[in-house]
């Protein structure tokens, strides 16, 4: 049996005159009106496809939301095709720099609203879509942002590291994965990067501050070392980075990411429970991109989305 072929796309909606409107294209091709996405090139993660998707077919520079669902279908080849789909808040800044022209895959671009787009989109599969980020705006549940619980990369093993704990480095794998976990982070669009003081925290985070512009944030509440000695201040940082309501990074490590989560999960109303150490039981590398609402975080956690590191490349 063949491969299935995965794509990606998003939902892009904005506020117009107090009413949400979606984002539909009109392709040239098959003469028809769908959600826009695209298959995945090769070493891609499904985030980065989505937010490239965007951008190529609507000259739009958006960042992810929340996750809206996966649509998977055959197609004429016999192949199944697997898409996902997240919402994406399109920012005014976004409409004004936009660098749409009509093409030979899209003929036009049309901001609708939802019920037109209800009846206006060729496949019942983009209503689905469409309806699970309809359902969100029932609940209240439109613009979000997210807290993405971040592990650092592989380190020294402590049994071969003659210093403190916290100034051990990276390996060259954890490097790697570093480097690797870029252009997946940089699809939510993090404004704030906060780390642990130790090296292996600092150094996790290096590239994705080059990347970004960001300067981070180094605290000692979330490292190992305030851990082991009972005196961690995740509470506080958590607080802090939810009160602000901006997507942001929080890099620690194993044992501290389960009271990252479980913080988390306080200070929004949600009920604990097995899926919170879930997304806490990460490799080293790997994160947890928690979304939650940026109206009333206090509505709970919206979804959780968790990711391996990428480790047979580096970013760039």
Known sequence: MSPAIYAAGALCWRVVDDRIVVLVVHRTKYGDVTIPKGKVDPGETLPQTAVREIHEETGLRIGLGVPLGVSTYPLSSGREK????????????AIERSTFVPNSEIAAIEWVTIKKARGY????????????FDSLVHQGITSTFALIALRHGKAEP????????????????GVKQAAG?????????????VTSDAVRCVTTVAPLAAA?????????????????????EVRRVVGKR?????TAVLCSHGPVLPEIMREIALATGTMPGGY????ADLDTGG???????????ASGIVSIETYAPVEDRQAG
């Open 212 to 232: 970004t512009g960001i300067k981070p944030h180094r605290d000692h509440g979330i490292s190992q070392d305030a851990y082991e000695e009972g005196q961690p």
């Open 121 to 132: 989109l060729t496949y019942e599969r983009d209503v689905e879509i469409l309806d699970a």
């Open 181 to 193: 976990d870029v252009a997946t982070l940089e699809a939510w669009r993090p404004k704030r990067i």
């Open 276 to 279: 919170l150490n879930d997304a």
């Open 242 to 246: 939810i009160r602000s309501r901006k």
């Open 158 to 173: 402590r049994d071969r590291w003659n210093g403190s704990d916290a100034s051990r480095p990276l390996t060259e794998r």
């Open 82 to 93: 697997i898409v996902h789909y997240w919402a994406a808040e399109v920012s005014d800044k």
């Open 287 to 297: 994160f947890s991109v928690v979304h939650l609402s940026a109206t009333n975080p």
